[in-house]
């Protein structure tokens, strides 16, 4: 009897379980955004970029004025027995005649780095190293290096720190209208710094 009572109690609390369940609220169901609405965004936020209301900045590109240099055009070339490289313009101080053949690319020679090249040719190149204001042309280079340059007989390289480097010509001795003047006093007639054009045969530096 009492079995009977408890079975039919739990058959009535699985029955309220279900009805229970069946009033259950349906999961909420949203929109997706439409493509519409998403162009609406987007145009709502270019309309508040204040970056889309500066105005466009007027004259010349800097970039295409101030365009990088071609290294080549800056550059002369030696070349021997299948290796090339280059160093800056005006570096040889010296280009004897039985060398001057050297100073172009041959066909298929491999470019390589100065120290490379140097290395693998130094018995007919010569390096001279020389300060920052022999570079620039405001010391030249002492009588007694041009001697050793000209007795070497070699290819002469200008180097400042173990690199080639470009030697401008001294500057022309002060005008005879500033004769008087004190030493460093700027001249009216201003310094002719133009590289001059190489001479043959033994090329140097004036």
Same mark, same amino acid.
Do not use: C
């Given at each position: 009897?009492i079995?009977?009572?408890?079975?039919? #109690?739990?058959g009535?609390?699985?029955? %309220?379980? *279900?009805?229970g369940?069946?009033?259950?609220? $349906? $999961?909420?169901?949203?929109? +997706? =955004?439409?493509?519409?609405?998403?162009?609406?965004?987007l145009?709502q936020?270019?309309?508040?970029?204040? *970056?889309?209301h500066?105005a =466009?900045?007027?004259?010349?590109?800097p970039a295409a004025?101030?365009?990088?240099?071609?290294?080549?055009?800056?550059?002369?070339? @030696? +070349?021997? !027995?299948?290796? +090339?490289?280059?160093?800056p313009?005006?570096?040889?101080?010296?280009? /004897?005649?039985?060398? !001057?053949?050297? @100073?172009?690319?041959?066909p298929? %020679?491999?470019? &390589?780095? #100065?120290?490379?090249?140097? &290395?693998?040719?130094?018995? #007919? @190149? =010569?390096?001279?190293e020389?300060?920052?204001p022999?570079?620039?042309?405001?010391?030249?280079?002492p009588?007694?290096?041009?001697?050793?340059?000209?007795?070497?007989?070699?290819?002469v &390289? %200008?180097?400042?720190?173990?690199?080639?480097?470009s030697?401008?010509? /001294?500057?022309?001795?002060?005008?005879?209208?500033?004769?008087?003047?004190?030493?460093?006093a700027?001249?009216?007639?201003?310094?002719?710094?133009?590289?001059?054009?190489p001479e043959?045969?033994?090329?140097?530096?004036?």
């Amino acid at each position: 009897m009492i079995s009977t009572r408890l079975t039919r #109690w739990a058959g009535v609390a699985v029955l %309220a379980g *279900m009805v229970g369940s069946s009033h259950a609220e $349906p $999961p909420v169901m949203r929109d +997706a =955004t439409t493509h519409d609405q998403l162009v609406l965004k987007l145009r709502q936020a270019e309309q508040k970029d204040p *970056m889309k209301h500066m105005a =466009t900045a007027k004259g010349t590109d800097p970039a295409a004025v101030f365009k990088p240099k071609d290294l080549l055009s800056q550059s002369d070339i @030696i +070349a021997f !027995q299948g290796l +090339a490289t280059l160093v800056p313009k005006r570096a040889i101080l010296q280009i /004897p005649k039985n060398y !001057q053949d050297r @100073i172009a690319m041959q066909p298929g %020679a491999k470019i &390589v780095g #100065w120290e490379d090249f140097f &290395v693998a040719n130094r018995g #007919w @190149i =010569t390096t001279v190293e020389v300060s920052r204001p022999q570079a620039e042309g405001t010391l030249a280079l002492p009588d007694e290096t041009k001697k050793q340059m000209k007795r070497s007989g070699n290819l002469v &390289v %200008a180097t400042y720190m173990g690199g080639p480097i470009s030697v401008l010509p /001294p500057l022309k001795a002060l005008d005879k209208n500033d004769a008087g003047k004190p030493a460093g006093a700027a001249s009216d007639k201003p310094a002719d710094t133009q590289p001059s054009k190489p001479e043959t045969p033994d090329t140097q530096i004036p």
